[in-house]
């Protein structure tokens, strides 16, 4: 083991997941991110997209298909048409309601050291979340199960640049959809220590959720309303609604001052204009619309705005990931969120069917310009494949070494003196080498980033160990990950709350799955 | 055939390559970085790191190995060192050299429609070159050769978003080193129309490529002068170091007006101090050296500087490349090369083994960063595996792909109203859908990039196809290319004159090999 390995594997037992000095990764960290945003679109262009959201809140309304968040908005003084649910939104309502949600904030983990900072220059990538299906080498392509969903949890916490999960990496269709939500809320809860999500498919889910979230944290009703500690995504049905299961999460998550993320699924050429302006133009809409609602249900409720637009295959009308498109869209959101002050998600997405180089190049596409746009919050940051029909367990470790990859790179350069080097120029002199210069000896332990899964060696010693590729190699990686695994300490008695709550409203038959 | 490919392939037709409509790709055009170069480091350390290379050059100094190289120098006013062969570069005759180097300029090629503008905001793609082996999925790995030669000289005409081949795309070892540089220069004179290119290997070669390229344009020895028809790279040996051949190809090619490439080969922690600022000084040291002298020579030669810092594996010794190391000096080379105003030649480079994730991802490592970054011309743009060891027919449409996607992902966003597209949302309504509308119809056919390699099939139909990962894929792709190449239409009275120039020097003997 390099020295370099032993030195990272001593702070990660102190600071990171309690792990095997086999896997030598980057310890759990702050990600700040040191570039200024790119641009490109120009200050006109955000106005004019900015305009055009604002004339579709006005003239062409949003429908809200839940008679309360109707009610809260006449109350508002927006104009409401109950015959066709759409509500008109004034551009002064929404800026002024937006201008409320909190810039920066942090969601509270149930270990304080997982605990994210959200917003500004900070920037936290969680894991793959909402597959249908699992996907190994080993084992192929698999439904959703409980099995995997609770393997993928255990990566998610053994993983230190990975914040959180944005909702279960894969659905465990095993588990029945009453009672989905509250399993694994408890697997969630044990398997990590990490900051809960809860999906908006009913308000009594969401109830659940932040009550599991308050119990696992060990903290007080009051204590829980000031302190965000669960988060929920908000997809509209675009184009331009909001339905009964959204409102009802974007309600009840702001009520009790839980993070909502309001993420418009604006596919360019399906559910939005086939011009990525009019994509942009509508998410924009729908995210302030919902965002709107959250910050007048309760005014600084802690929000993001979440980035979507792709656009579709028009061959085939299937969604595409990680296209020039998705990377202008991604770009061009980070302009018109910095326009509101709202923290930024995004996600890291491809469309390819196996975890080969296309899987790589597509998310590639995606995290330059997510870095690049400055957004905050990732989503599918790790294990994302097949435009989101499958979690794959090799994906998870090749996206691990590029977001540690992006994570080094925001690193400052050190150009001070002694860094310049000239002493060790002088030493190696011309012609020379460096290896054996003191320059060189003081510092080559940490110089350069150790990668996880990029194999370096020439080409007769890697074929001489059978010539693995990338896919063959995370597999083992993510299978070392998991025999390594071991289960954080909790505190007994917030499990035992935990447990019996569970156990009480599974008793209870969970919730209505019916709508 | 989608109308769209139809469109392209009749594009292609008129302005491109001849080609098959089975293969649709981007049409021949200039590509305009649109965005405003990332910056990495600041002001004052730019002015550090610049600084430290001017006392590099002065106190430590440069060791040129060429007698007529010190010559030039020393009646230039700078302090030699005839025993040491060490030439002490004062700093204000360097700037006064460098400030002559035209910022942009044309390169012409046999087709003028192949004429690349170098510097400024453009930028220009180059094939693999230089690698000791080639590869593919069906053969393996092989030693070069000049039938695989041949083939990727076939990809860069076929392919329009490569610009020229930067060298032998693969070294064809089984023509005699006396005479290589006559055969190939033939070869691409006859297989392409494009920009070619001339080892630094020792003065014949360089007179011989200087007169292929002139006879190959059909134009006279005053009109060559005046117009940049070949190129060259040339490495300083590092650290601190240039050898007879380089400094020949510096003032051969100075004095003909040809393009000098000056890439000093600074790889952090062997030929550099380990550190990334050190590295950057190194580079800028020996870069400004060999150009000051090329602007002595010719005041006004066109050059562009060459970064190619990376960084070791510390383990093994072993370059690596595409690393978090290499995107920072990638990106802080560009702000360097902006502050001297000249063109900036970069690379699309990875070490992995075989065309896989790694190979994908460490290759937009490179690319993101240099467009970040501000390049003008990108060596090893398509093709290159294993650090450069070999050259990969597959990974040439990988590359080709990334890079037409970069492409496309600098095209201008369009937010005039027709595009902002609220006709369209009123005419799919809330919850509707947008395919069938007008504004769609209008613009489906064009309004999204068209992959050549990515497979965006639902799982189903990829899995019944046999599962093809993107390397299956590319190894279909580039037979087809090749199946479809047609050799360029020349003038017979140049090719004429042309092989009687190469059958003559044959004849001679070709040059010496001895040094």
Chains 1, 2 share one sequence.
């Not at 990975?162 to 990496?169: A, D, E, L, S």
């Not at 310049?420 to 332990?445: I, P, S, V």
């Not at 035992?496 to 038959?509: M, P, Q, S, T, W």
């Amino acid at each position: 083991m390099s020295a370099r390995k032993e030195r990272t594997s001593a702070r990660r037992t102190r600071r990171g997941a309690r792990q095997k000095a086999s896997f030598a990764q980057l310890p759990r960290q702050k990600v700040i991110n040191s570039f200024k945003p790119l641009e490109i679109i120009s200050e006109d262009q955000i106005e004019a997209i900015h305009n055009a959201s604002m004339e579709i809140l006005e003239n062409i309304g949003i429908k809200v298909r839940h008679p309360e968040a109707r009610d809260i908005l006449k109350k508002a003084g927006q104009k409401v048409d109950t015959d066709t649910e759409i509500v008109y939104f004034d551009r002064d309502f929404v800026m002024e309601a937006i201008s409320h949600a909190p810039s920066e904030f942090t969601l509270h983990a149930p270990n304080p050291d997982c605990n994210l900072e959200i917003g500004g220059r900070n920037l936290v990538f969680s894991m793959v979340a909402s597959t249908p299906n699992a996907t190994d080498m080993d084992n192929g392509r698999r439904t959703g199960n409980q099995k995997d969903f609770r393997n993928f949890l255990r990566l998610a916490q053994s993983l230190n640049v990975i914040g959180t999960c944005g909702g279960y990496p894969v659905e465990p269709v095993d588990i029945h959809a009453s009672i989905r939500h509250l399993e694994c809320g408890r697997d969630f809860a044990t398997l990590t220590e990490k900051v809960p999500y809860i999906y908006s498919l009913g308000r009594d889910r969401n109830l659940d959720g932040i009550e599991m979230a308050r119990i696992a944290r060990g903290i007080s009703h009051e204590q829980m309303l000031k302190e965000p500690s669960i988060f929920t995504i908000i997809n509209s049905n675009s184009p331009l609604m909001l339905d009964t299961p959204m409102l009802e999460g974007i309600m009840e998550m702001a009520r009790h001052g839980q993070v909502v993320v309001l993420t418009p699924f604006t596919l360019a050429g399906a559910m939005s204009p086939v011009t990525l302006a009019g994509a942009l133009a509508q998410q924009n809409a729908e995210a302030l619309a919902g965002l709107s609602l959250a910050q007048t249900v309760r005014p600084g409720t802690p929000v993001m705005y979440g980035g979507f637009t792709s656009n579709v295959d028009m061959k085939s009308g299937a969604p595409a990931f990680g296209t020039p498109e998705y990377a202008k869209a991604t770009i061009a959101t980070g302009q018109l969120i910095r326009r509101y002050n709202l923290p930024f998600r995004s996600s890291n997405v491809n469309a390819s069917n196996v975890a080969d180089a296309q899987a790589a190049y597509e998310s590639e596409m995606s995290l330059w310009s997510l870095v690049m746009g400055g957004a905050n919050f990732v989503k599918h940051a790790a294990g994302w494949l097949e435009g989101g029909l499958s979690a794959s367990f090799e994906k998870v470790i090749m996206d691990v070494e590029m977001i540690q990859m992006m994570i080094e790179m925001m690193k400052p350069i050190d150009t001070s003196p002694e860094s310049l080097g000239l002493d060790a120029m002088r030493e190696a002199g011309h012609g020379g080498h460096f290896f054996g210069t003191q320059h060189t000896q003081d510092r080559y332990e940490t110089a350069f980033y150790t990668p996880i899964l990029s194999d370096w060696r020439n080409y007769e010693s890697w074929a001489e160990a059978g010539s693995p590729d990338a896919l063959k190699r995370a597999n083992t990686i993510f299978k070392t990950i998991l025999a390594d695994y071991e289960q954080p300490a909790h505190d007994p008695a917030r499990m035992e709350e935990l447990n019996e709550f569970v156990d009480k409203r599974i008793a209870a038959g969970g919730v209505k799955t019916d709508f």
